[in-house]
């Protein structure tokens, strides 16, 4: 009896699970989802700027939680400050949490363990981020062990090395993967020939073989220059205190960094190619397709119009319409999607889909078909309505962590501080004809880019690069 009504519950769970789904993925959303009387609003930041020796201004979020989180960001000194040799960045980055001031590197890490201090450098094409959470009692040690880091390295010879090691084997691991591949031929069909953001997998792969102390030691004197720090944090601290740590800290920073040269930037959506298909072999039962388009401006008078249509196409994964047409009716893919890229230099849209190689075509075609559709019909009223509700979700500020990622970001996309509070009431005001007057704008199927990485299936006319 008990194994009956065991499988009795199993069946019903699955039944229930099936059902949910597929009112979820619902591509009318007819009565399964109702948003008329939804009420979008955006929560309000108390949030200021506190000036700095006339050059630097922290953008600062006042809160009443114990935890306090912020973000240096040195712009223009991420991979495009070093073309075709972000190993160099990558293995410096690994290397400056290995012991800094008067502590080595068990003593560093056991002081940021003790005392919960979560700090990180990472990197993408534009910009090096310091990131760091900790408890508000906690933050003037944060902040010490942030200059020493940042100025006092000590940059070991055997932490570079095993530094430089695991990157190249990184890279090698990497070698056999469809989407790295994949990704390397996209990258270099959006940018011309030269441009920062370009990179050559092998040209990495040497130069981190050849990488030696003093091309680390010589980069981190140029790394982390005050003229180009931004810094945002969320915190219930004094301002005053933050103001002195922060001075301290870019005082530090003048002193011990020489600077790397920076050119003045103009973002592009326009990309290098446009309407070619490419294919990477790779002997893999799975193949990868990456593509990507033209995508909108950061100051673009329709940029919020756009985004709406992007999401709607791509970006939500298997609700958009790309996951409903490709994935779910057609079961041409394990999975699809897109997302918009916005960097300093170039903005498009990148999207990346899972298939068996036989399919590939088909799900080229299938791209292309929902392209054209999103072009002639436009989005739903519905669709626009699910769409504003997704940004509004998406930014709840319901952490610490998320306020800063949102502040943050717009901080990066040249948002003006006076703007922070209104941001997502773009949204709200969107007309349909506005967005679907911006998809005319944005897509157009012939300048879709497609790179395929796997196993060639014969007869397909595509241009082929052996690996």
Known sequence: MNKFLKYGCLIAVGILTAYSYKIWTNYQFKDSLKYDKTQLLQAKLDISSIKIDGTNDIWNVKSDSKLTCFKLVFKGEGLRAFPRNGSLLTVLCNTIPEGAGERDDIAFKKVLEDNSIDLNIDFDNDDVIVSCSCLERYFDLAMDLICDMLTKARLKSDKIEFS???????????????????????QNLIFAKDHPYQYSIK?????????????IDNLYKKLFNP????????????????????????????????GIDSQKVEQKSELAQKGTHEHVELDNPQSTIMFAMPGVLRNASDRFAALIAIDAFGNAGIVSRLGIAVREKSGLVYGIGTK???????????????????????????????????????????????????????????????????VSTLRGQEVGIDKINS????????????????????FNPDNIIFVDCGNKVEGKDTKKESR
């Open 164 to 186: 430089k090691q695991a990157v190249v084997t990184s890279i090698q691991q990497n070698i056999f993967t469809p989407s790295y591949l994949a990704n390397e031929k996209l």
């Open 203 to 215: 040209e990495n792969l040497e130069k981190a073989k050849t990488l030696t102390k003093s091309d």
């Open 227 to 258: 003229k180009d720090l931004n810094v945002t944090i969320v915190s219930a601290i004094d301002q005053e205190k933050i103001k002195a740590k922060f001075e301290n800290l870019i005082s530090s920073l003048k002193k011990a960094k020489t």
């Open 340 to 406: 918009t890229v916005d960097s300093d230099l170039q903005a498009y849209i990148e999207g990346i889909a899972a298939t068996r190689p036989e399919n590939v075509e088909k799900v080229i075609e299938k791209v292309k078909e929902e392209c054209r559709k999103i072009i002639e019909n436009g989005i739903t009223k519905d669709e626009l309505q699910q769409y504003m509700i997704r940004r509004f979700a998406g930014n709840a500020f319901d952490s610490m962590h998320s306020i800063l990622n949102f």
């Open 423 to 442: 941001y997502l009431d773009n949204f709200k005001k969107l007309t349909l004809k506005e967005v679907n007057e911006a998809i005319k704008k944005i």
